[in-house]
C-alpha cells in the first residue's frame, strides 16, 4: 500500500515523463522542419524512452495497490534557436527530471517505504545516463560548432539510434 503522499507525488512524476515524451516529440517536430533527419530520430527515440519510464511507474503504482491519476500535459515549445540551444534546453529539462526524482526519493526514505526506495533506484541511475548523453552530444555540436559538414555528419551518426525496450 503506497501513502497519499507518494501516490500523488509518483503520479506528479507520471506527469512529468509523459510531458518529457511530449516535449521530446516536438524537439523531434521542429528538427525534421529543418531538416536534421537524424536528430529527429534521436528525440523520436528519447521520446520513446520517456514514454517507458512513465508506463514503468504507471504500473508500479497498480502494483502497489494505488491509482493512477493522469493530468492536462502543458503544451511544449515548438520552435528552437538553434541544434545547440536545443539540445541546451533537452539538459536542462534532464537536471529538473533528476531533482524531481531526487525528491521523490527523499519522501520515500523519509516514509521508510522500501519497496518505493528501490524502484526508484532505477531512475536514480537512469538519470546519471540521460545528463551524460545530452552532455556528451552538447560537446560534440561545440567541437563542430554546430554547423557544417560535421552536422551532416553527426546528423547521420543520430540516424542509426533505435529504442529497445528492457526485457
Ligand atoms: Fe525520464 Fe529523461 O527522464
Known amino acids: 500500500m503506497l501513502s497519499r503522499k507518494l501516490q500523488d507525488a509518483l503520479n506528479e ?6 510531458f518529457s515524451e511530449y516535449f521530446y516529440l516536438s524537439m523531434s517536430a521542429y528538427l525534421e522542419s529543418v531538416e536534421l533527419e537524424g536528430f529527429a530520430n534521436y528525440f523520436n527515440v528519447q521520446a520513446q524512452e520517456e514514454h517507458f ?48 526524482i531526487n525528491e521523490l526519493m527523499d519522501i520515500a526514505i523519509k516514509e521508510n517505504d522500501h519497496s518505493v526506495k528501490s524502484f526508484l533506484e532505477w531512475y536514480v541511475d537512469e538519470q546519471v545516463e540521460e545528463e551524460a548523453t545530452m552532455s556528451k552530444l552538447i560537446a560534440k555540436l561545440k567541437l ?8 551532416l555528419t553527426l546528423d547521420n551518426e543520430l540516424l542509426t539510434r533505435t529504442f529497445t525496450p528492457e526485457a
Do not use: C, W
Open 53 to 100: 519510464h512513465a508506463m514503468k511507474m504507471f504500473n508500479f503504482v497498480h502494483d502497489k495497490g494505488g491509482r493512477v491519476l493522469l493530468k492536462a500535459l502543458k503544451e511544449p515549445r515548438a520552435d528552437f534557436k538553434s541544434v545547440i540551444k536545443l539540445i541546451e534546453e533537452a539538459l536542462d529539462h534532464e537536471r529538473y527530471i533528476t531533482k524531481s
Open 13 to 18: 512524476q507520471i506527469n512529468r515523463e509523459f
Open 144 to 151: 563542430i560548432n554546430g554547423e557544417g559538414l560535421g552536422l
